[in-house]
């Protein structure tokens, strides 16, 4: 397949039998997004786990430390007093059997949706099948008491991270605008989240393998010791 001309220029800027250091890599990655939008930073990390068993799954939530560049549409299932708060929050759409009703009609324009836990058995019952990923979940944080919280806290570049079938975790942790600094503190206290995620049974190497890139640029890959290291403040 030919590449577009940027793509290759980018290219030659990086050894790809190389695994960089965190700052470097991120370094890289601002001289390589060429494109002429704002490119979304995307890492990967390829995880020592068997994600066949689930004492050895990884997930949890944390607010990036500059969010992702992106203010996520939001939605909450909730009545009465608890509507009001989530309005009041900044919440993008409120509602509780009219909002399931709208959904279950094929609207679907929003990222995340919360819900209060009244509201779990009927948005269960109906969205189960049709949500996916993005159905309110306690672990997330996303079914709670305090919908007005977590709107603010999701407005403000709290995000999910979960590794798939293949023991992957991919997150976007901002944009190839943002300064270096903070895309780099971004990335330290995403895999600072991930290793303290570890599961007791997970054994031998945790990190195998970091890529962080651009949208449209190439995956750069970053030393999983040096990462290590860096994101539990050992250097």
Not at 23 to 42: Q, W
Not at 125 to 145: E, H, I, Q, S
């Amino acid at each position: 397949m030919k590449r577009a001309k940027k793509y290759e220029e980018s290219l030659k800027m990086i050894d790809r039998t190389k695994s960089y250091d965190p700052a470097e890599a991120v370094d890289l990655l601002k001289k390589s997004a060429k494109a002429k939008f704002d490119e979304t930073v995307e890492i990967s990390y390829r995880l020592g786990i068997d994600p066949k068993k689930t004492d050895q799954n990884v997930r949890g939530t944390l607010v990036l430390p500059h969010g992702t560049g992106k203010t996520p549409r939001v939605v909450v299932f909730a009545k009465g007093d608890k509507a009001k708060d989530a309005e009041n929050a900044g919440a993008n759409e409120v509602g509780a059997e009219d909002l399931i009703t709208k959904i279950k009609g094929g609207w679907m324009d929003f990222d995340i949706a919360v819900a209060s836990p009244d509201m779990m058995a009927a948005v269960g019952k109906d969205l189960g099948k049709v949500l996916g990923p993005r159905m309110p979940n306690p672990k997330a944080g996303t079914v709670t008491p305090d919908v007005a919280k977590a709107v603010k806290e999701l407005k403000s570049g709290k995000i999910q991270y979960r590794n798939d079938k293949q023991g992957v975790i991919h997150n976007i942790i901002g944009k190839a605008s943002f300064e270096g600094k903070k895309i780099l503190e971004n990335l330290l206290s995403l895999t600072d989240a991930i290793l303290r995620a570890k599961p007791a049974s997970s054994k031998g190497v945790f990190l195998r393998t970091v890529v962080i890139s651009s949208t449209m640029g190439p995956g750069i890959k970053i030393d999983p010791q040096a990462l290590t290291a860096h994101a539990q403040g050992k250097k």
